[in-house]
């Protein structure tokens, strides 16, 4: 039980050093025109255990709904294919614009649309048990069909979280004073030990004085 209440008070304690929760890309259809399409996104332990994260670079009569993304959770976002690759963290400045329509389940699924555009790669992709790729297009691609004013598209898949948060430390607290509750208890309701028993006295009794002294 000791052993026990030492593990949870040390997870406690370690629980504002988590990473980030990781969502990572499996692709279920492959596309011909984004060939060995992959992708990750990193939100914070926060946006998950909220369920959401939300944040529209002109949803709010043209103001920005959050000041950085990091303020709802959203950390990074990335993708790579043949033809290349670009990470994502953003920061919701003027020229960049972002909109990430997220939720979290429980068993680390995500449902919900992510669109970006740093004004030199857009993507777009959104879908709830399946995802698709809606649009890839950037200046690093011109002279292909994702070089713009044209697209790729197609791939489908599912991002998966790597692993779950544990529960907050306000959780993690209240399962450690419940179990040391619990071994005050048993320490309480424990029977008490009996004395050892007097050798002397029993052989005494089982063959008589000694009536040689």
Known sequence: ?????????????????????????????????????????????????????????????????ALRATEVGIVYMGYSFALGSHGHQPPLVMGVYDKFDLQFDRV??????????????ELAMSGHSLWSVDLLRGDPYIGTPCGGPTYCSGASGYFQADRLPLPEPASLGLMTAGMAALAAMRRKFRPARQPAPDLALQSALRHGPDVTA
Do not use: Q
């Open 1 to 65: 039980m000791k052993r026990r209440l030492l593990f949870l008070l040390g997870l406690t304690a370690a629980l504002p050093a988590m990473a980030d929760v990781i969502y990572r890309w499996h692709t279920v259809s492959a596309s011909p025109e984004l060939p060995a399409f992959d992708a990750v996104l990193h939100i914070t332990d926060d946006a998950y255990r909220r369920g959401n994260a939300f944040l529209d670079f002109n949803g709010c009569a043209g103001m920005a709904c």
């Open 108 to 121: 680390g699924g995500l449902t919900g649309s992510i669109r970006f555009n740093t004004t030199e790669v």
